[in-house]
């Protein structure tokens, strides 16, 4: 959630802690500053023009410390959603006005929304890190490599990412951090790739401490506002029967603009609900335990083959993305290889079109028809268009 | 037939990139190369790779709103270079915030220098027909210019004696 106006800032606070449900608050950057364009935020807000975001770097600490007074606290915390390359402005800034909550990470704010080099990235990142070890209070970094281009990625890759983010954030000293994972095509196959990011992340991640965050669909969203609610709330069902402590919702106007605060708290009321409403688990099908030992061997590839390159994770890293052994479908970054490509198969699920250097014991790609653009379209309209219909069936059968 | 090589971009604040993806897919599907800027393009990386390479066509894509803004500064920008005076260079996408403002941005952009802007909600259609022209119309010139290395006397044209297009 981010407004340009400290005030609408403050009441959507006040209203997301205030709401009937356990939440935390949310500030987000606008793109201006992401692009550390600091001025114009200020330029369009003295013209009555809206930002997508709250420029915390454009206004002085004080103004959002005043955002924050009285509200957050320890049972409400506070978190920067940022989505910056380079992300040291940012921290320091954390660091005045008293947040110790943000995330991110080298890959996944690097490579899918801008040009910066990589090594500049992850150096950049290790800093910013250690400088939130040093000067916070209980620091906390949650990874967006769960998330990455937000489609078509196949989940061991997001799960590989999440976890070595993860490693990467605990090599500069970071104790607390979470692990995020994004709702994709299937949601037999995200209970089986969320079962093996917790599996990871007791292996490599024990001296931490960690939780899950999932996040409803990143892709493109239904149209219809029934069809957005189907795919919240089934997301907010596969987070608990995963057993994942926090997910971060979509509203229904994802499609069409930035959300209102009441679009906001509906969203987060209607997630809480659905949660509340699994009492069963969906079943652990022999098919789950297929795609889990799938996944899991595919995961467990990727970490080992980056991690073997160096102890160090920034050069571990630089020198994944240059051999291909981290390839990111789809992700027009210079420093990105571009050979490996996933799809949405005849069963609705991500897998691999082509792996790359991708370093898998067995060639997981399936044969596929050329991409044409209209393929292409298909597969990322494919959710909303799913959750579209489902919800045009639904209201076909309930009598008038 | 040899391939027609396109440079796709976007604007400098623009970090999307599905766009691209598709807009690239389709380029190709009309046989050209391309070279793909990929995201948050600065306009000196568009101005070096206009001069280095040799192009039949530039796109500029967007679809974060401000390409109506900084499409107008970077075709001003790159109508200075030399080798852009008759390169055909089109803009579309989502080029402004509000979406009464196509027709005014569209008047505007081609005023700046742009040969092609498509906007609104037939926009990829329109650039669909656009470039399928565009290849007609290379290829055509290509055939003819072989044709009058090898016969060394000028065609006149018309639409009745117009070479049939290579299969699209």
Same mark, same amino acid.
């Given at each position: 959630?981010?407004?340009?106006?400290?005030?609408?800032?403050?009441?959507?606070?006040?209203?997301?802690?205030?709401?009937?449900?356990?939440?935390?608050?949310?500030?987000?950057?606008?793109?201006?500053?992401?692009?550390?364009?600091?001025?114009?935020?200020?330029?369009?807000?003295?013209?009555?023009?809206?930002?997508?975001?709250?420029?915390?770097?454009?206004?002085?600490?004080?103004?959002?410390?005043?955002?924050?007074?009285?509200?957050?606290?320890?049972?409400?915390?506070?978190?920067?959603?940022?989505?910056?390359?380079?992300?040291?402005?940012?921290?320091?800034?954390?660091?005045?006005?008293?947040?110790?909550?943000?995330?991110?990470?080298?890959?996944?704010?690097?490579?899918?929304?801008?040009?910066?080099?990589?090594?500049?990235?992850?150096?950049?990142?290790?800093?910013?890190?250690?400088?939130?070890?040093?000067?916070?209070?209980?620091?906390?970094?949650?990874?967006?490599?769960?998330?990455?281009?937000?489609?078509?990625?196949?989940?061991?890759?997001?799960?590989?990412?999440?976890?070595?983010?993860?490693?990467?954030?605990?090599?500069?000293?970071?104790?607390?951090?979470?692990?995020?994972?994004?709702?994709?095509?299937?949601?037999?196959?995200?209970?089986?790739?969320?079962?093996?990011?917790?599996?990871?992340?007791?292996?490599?991640?024990?001296?931490?401490?960690?939780?899950?965050?999932?996040?409803?669909?990143?892709?493109?969203?239904?149209?219809?506002?029934?069809?957005?609610?189907?795919?919240?709330?089934?997301?907010?069902?596969?987070?608990?029967?995963?057993?994942?402590?926090?997910?971060?919702?979509?509203?229904?106007?994802?499609?069409?603009?930035?959300?209102?605060?009441?679009?906001?708290?509906?969203?987060?009321?209607?997630?809480?609900?659905?949660?509340?409403?699994?009492?069963?688990?969906?079943?652990?099908?022999?098919?789950?335990?297929?795609?889990?030992?799938?996944?899991?061997?595919?995961?467990?590839?990727?970490?080992?083959?980056?991690?073997?390159?160096?102890?160090?994770?920034?050069?571990?890293?630089?020198?994944?993305?240059?051999?291909?052994?981290?390839?990111?479908?789809?992700?027009?970054?210079?420093?990105?290889?571009?050979?490996?490509?996933?799809?949405?198969?005849?069963?609705?699920?991500?897998?691999?079109?082509?792996?790359?250097?991708?370093?898998?014991?067995?060639?997981?790609?399936?044969?596929?028809?050329?991409?044409?653009?209209?393929?292409?379209?298909?597969?990322?309209?494919?959710?909303?268009?799913?959750?579209?219909?489902?919800?045009?069936?639904?209201?076909?059968?309930?009598?008038? | 037939?040899? =391939? &027609? @090589?396109?440079? +796709?971009?976007?604007?400098? !604040?623009?970090?999307?990139?599905?766009?691209?993806?598709?807009?690239? $897919?389709?380029?190709?599907?009309?046989?050209?190369?391309?070279?793909?800027?990929?995201?948050?393009?600065?306009?000196?990386?568009?101005?070096?790779?206009?001069? =280095? &390479? @040799?192009?039949? +066509?530039?796109?500029?894509? !967007?679809?974060?709103?401000?390409?109506?803004?900084?499409?107008?500064? $970077?075709?001003?920008?790159?109508?200075?270079?030399?080798?852009?005076?008759?390169?055909?260079?089109?803009?579309?996408?989502?080029?402004?915030?509000?979406?009464?403002?196509?027709?005014?941005?569209?008047?505007?952009?081609?005023?700046?220098?742009?040969?092609?802007?498509?906007?609104?909600?037939?926009?990829?259609?329109?650039?669909?027909?656009?470039?399928?022209?565009?290849?007609?119309?290379?290829?055509?010139?290509?055939?003819?210019?072989?044709?009058?290395?090898?016969?060394?006397?000028?065609?006149?044209?018309?639409?009745?004696?117009?070479?049939?297009?290579?299969?699209?």
């Amino acid at each position: 959630m981010g407004f340009g106006s400290p005030a609408k800032m403050r009441q959507g606070l006040i209203a997301t802690r205030e709401c009937s449900v356990c939440s935390i608050g949310t500030l987000t950057l606008d793109s201006y500053s992401r692009g550390c364009d600091y001025l114009s935020p200020l330029v369009d807000l003295s013209q009555g023009i809206e930002l997508n975001g709250y420029p915390i770097l454009s206004y002085p600490a004080d103004t959002t410390r005043q955002i924050l007074e009285g509200i957050q606290c320890d049972s409400f915390p506070v978190q920067m959603r940022h989505g910056t390359p380079l992300p040291m402005d940012v921290f320091k800034k954390l660091g005045e006005v008293g947040i110790n909550a943000t995330e991110g990470g080298p890959i996944s704010y690097c490579m899918p929304y801008g040009r910066v080099a990589l090594k500049d990235c992850t150096k950049a990142w290790f800093n910013a890190s250690r400088y939130m070890q040093g000067e916070f209070e209980q620091p906390h970094l949650e990874t967006f490599g769960g998330c990455l281009m937000g489609q078509l990625c196949p989940p061991s890759l997001l799960v590989a990412t999440s976890i070595l983010e993860a490693l990467f954030f605990a090599s500069a000293g970071i104790r607390s951090v979470s692990l995020s994972y994004c709702q994709g095509t299937s949601l037999q196959q995200d209970y089986a790739a969320l079962t093996v990011l917790r599996n990871q992340a007791l292996r490599y991640l024990n001296r931490l401490d960690w939780h899950v965050v999932v996040y409803t669909y990143m892709g493109m969203y239904p149209k219809s506002a029934s069809g957005a609610e189907m795919l919240l709330r089934d997301s907010a069902g596969l987070a608990q029967t995963a057993g994942c402590e926090r997910l971060i919702v979509k509203t229904r106007s994802e499609r069409y603009r930035i959300p209102s605060i009441e679009d906001n708290l509906q969203a987060l009321i209607t997630a809480d609900q659905a949660a509340a409403a699994i009492t069963n688990h969906p079943g652990y099908t022999v098919r789950t335990a297929e795609l889990q030992s799938e996944i899991e061997e595919e995961v467990q590839s990727i970490i080992e083959s980056v991690l073997n390159l160096s102890s160090d994770l920034q050069a571990a890293i630089v020198g994944s993305f240059e051999r291909g052994i981290l390839d990111i479908p789809f992700c027009l970054h210079p420093d990105n290889a571009q050979q490996a490509r996933g799809l949405v198969d005849e069963n609705g699920q991500l897998k691999w079109a082509k792996t790359g250097n991708l370093p898998f014991k067995h060639d997981p790609s399936q044969k596929q028809k050329p991409l044409t653009p209209e393929l292409l379209l298909w597969q990322l309209e494919y959710v909303a268009n799913k959750y579209d219909n489902l919800a045009a069936n639904q209201k076909g059968i309930r009598p008038k | 037939m040899h =391939k &027609e @090589r396109c440079l +796709l971009t976007t604007i400098q !604040s623009d970090s999307h990139t599905w766009n691209l993806v598709y807009m690239q $897919l389709l380029l190709e599907s009309y046989d050209y190369e391309v070279n793909n800027l990929g995201a948050c393009v600065p306009v000196q990386t568009v101005e070096e790779a206009i001069s =280095k &390479e @040799r192009l039949s +066509l530039v796109v500029v894509s !967007s679809v974060n709103g401000s390409g109506a803004t900084q499409g107008r500064t $970077l075709i001003r920008k790159l109508r200075q270079l030399p080798c852009a005076g008759r390169l055909r260079i089109v803009i579309g996408g989502n080029l402004t915030v509000g979406e009464g403002d196509d027709l005014c941005v569209r008047e505007d952009l081609l005023a700046a220098g742009y040969d092609g802007v498509f906007v609104g909600p037939h926009s990829t259609q329109s650039f669909s027909q656009y470039i399928a022209r565009n290849r007609i119309e290379t290829c055509h010139s290509q055939v003819t210019s072989a044709y009058q290395q090898r016969h060394d006397f000028t065609i006149t044209q018309s639409a009745d004696q117009a070479l049939s297009p290579p299969n699209l």
